[in-house]
């Protein structure tokens, strides 16, 4: 809804780190974000069985960027 409304200036917040890192990665660093999401996105098998094992890996993987605490653009993709 934010992005949507396109105001001329505002300030965005949460508590929630990892949304907050979100926001400011397609504020500052779209072209990055859009590559790291395609990366994810060209990794999904087309066999169902596969694409759900890569659906955990990934969420594994996600959870081990967030305990580390490096909120980049692989967290934000």
Sequence with gaps: MFFSLCPYKAVIN???????NL????????????AAIDRVDDGIPDDADAANSYYYAMRERYNEIIASEVLDTEAAA
């Design 14 to 20: 949460d508590i929630n780190r990892e949304l907050v």
């Design 23 to 34: 926001y400011r990665t397609v504020k500052e660093r779209p072209e990055e974000l859009i």
